[in-house]
């Protein structure tokens, strides 16, 4: 079992920014990915970020240039930093470790408002 903890979320104006982190705890060896997903109400879940095992990334078009995936193997933390953050970043930042299952942590709210 892996479990996940994300932090670093709140309320910020639009141009700010903010860092997530993701802690894992448990079985973290057999973890080969991680993501970042978010959900804004009423929408469905998306793709954010994602990190290999060889470090490749992935971003969604809407983050790219502005949004940086990052981790610390040795301490199974991973990070998503936030720059010129819009209102429609506006969501629950969910963290994924992809290991034999998917894991999920609760959520980090992030809301952009003036």
């Known amino acids: 079992q892996v479990q996940l903890v994300e932090s670093g979320g709140g309320l910020v104006q639009p141009g700010g920014s903010l860092r997530l982190t993701c802690v894992a705890s448990?079985?973290?060896?057999?973890?080969?990915?991680m993501a970042w997903y978010r959900q804004a109400p009423g929408k469905q879940r998306e793709l954010v970020a994602l990190?290999?095992?060889?470090?490749?990334?992935n971003y969604a078009d809407s983050v790219k240039g502005r949004f940086a995936i990052s981790r610390n193997r040795a301490r199974n933390t991973w990070y998503l930093q936030m720059n010129t953050l819009k209102p429609e970043d506006t969501a629950v930042y969910y963290c994924?470790?992809?290991?034999?299952?998917?894991?999920w942590g609760r959520g980090t709210q992030v809301t952009v408002s003036s």
């Open positions: 994924d470790a992809q290991a034999h299952r998917d894991y």
């Open positions: 448990g079985s973290t060896a057999g973890i080969y990915g």
């Open positions: 990190i290999r095992v060889d470090s490749s990334t």
